[in-house]
């Protein structure tokens, strides 16, 4: 592999140095992706996105080599997941319209949609829109990873400044409006981004910690995440 990419020593140091990384945040990912995903093809392609990570870090830029290697890795690992599209069309259709729902119900109240008015906006029962939650937990129409990765995202953040002024005001814009709608989730959404995110807990020990099963993660989880992409529309 090394002789492949012609890395250089220092970079063969990080790269040995961060296997681990790769593999954490594939267990991490796999742990909500369909059994049809595997950790091994996760692991492969998080391999690529770590060598990528090395030839192309700048200590001068401010971040550390592990947050960039991270985006990096994660950026590739979805790549994988996207090019084999195991969600069908149903379940992107349910995600769109638990989103919208969402959005409407927030913009006729000015506050957060509970579970049950999401329900009665989509004419659904309580338990099947928990039932459409769980569906698109994994769907890759959105995730945070995704939300957070790709020019405009956390990777552009970490670039450094841009050219033109408009871009960097732009990114900045993108970056506090990301932080605006996380802090203004419901306090147990922003709990399990918390959990699941920056703990890096799975849904099993998330559940312990809330005293919820393993699928109410899940489903909080993915409430979560409509709930931001509704909020985030606009980006």
């Known amino acids: 592999m ?13 790269i040995e140095s961060h296997g681990a990384l790769v593999k954490r945040i594939a267990h991490h990912l796999v ?3 369909p059994s049809s995903v595997s950790v091994e093809d996760l692991v492969q392609s998080g391999m690529i996105g770590l060598l990528e990570a090395a030839a192309n870090f700048d200590p001068g830029r401010g971040a550390s080599f592990e947050t960039f ?7 590739a690992m979805l ?4 090019r084999g599209d195991w969600s069908p069309r149903s379940v992107h259709r349910n995600a769109r319209r638990v989103a919208e729902a969402i959005r409407g119900v927030e913009m006729r109240s ?3 949609a509970a579970d049950s008015a999401v329900a009665r906006e989509l004419g659904v029962t309580l338990e099947d829109y928990h039932a459409m939650l769980q569906d698109t937990a994994g769907s890759r129409l959105f995730s945070l990873d995704e939300l957070l990765e790709g020019e405009d995202g956390a990777d552009a953040l970490l670039k450094g400044p841009a050219d033109d002024p408009a871009e960097d ?3 900045e814009r993108l970056a506090r409006a990301i932080g605006d709608a996380i802090s203004g ?3 147990r959404e922003r709990l399990v981004l918390s ?7 799975n849904l099993k020990e998330i559940g312990l910690v809330l005293e919820v099963s393993e699928s109410r993660v899940s489903q909080i989880l993915s409430q979560a995440t409509k709930r931001l992409r509704a909020r985030l529309g606009g980006w």
Do not use: K
């Open 169 to 171: 005001t732009s990114r």
């Open 110 to 112: 000015g506050g957060d």
């Open 79 to 82: 790549d994988e997941v996207r």
């Open 31 to 33: 742990a909500r992706l």
């Open 2 to 14: 090394y002789s492949r990419t012609g890395a250089r020593p220092d970079q063969r140091q990080l």
């Open 185 to 187: 989730l419901p306090e």
């Open 195 to 201: 959990l699941y995110y920056d703990e890096e807990l």
């Open 69 to 75: 290697a991270g985006i990096r890795i994660r950026g």
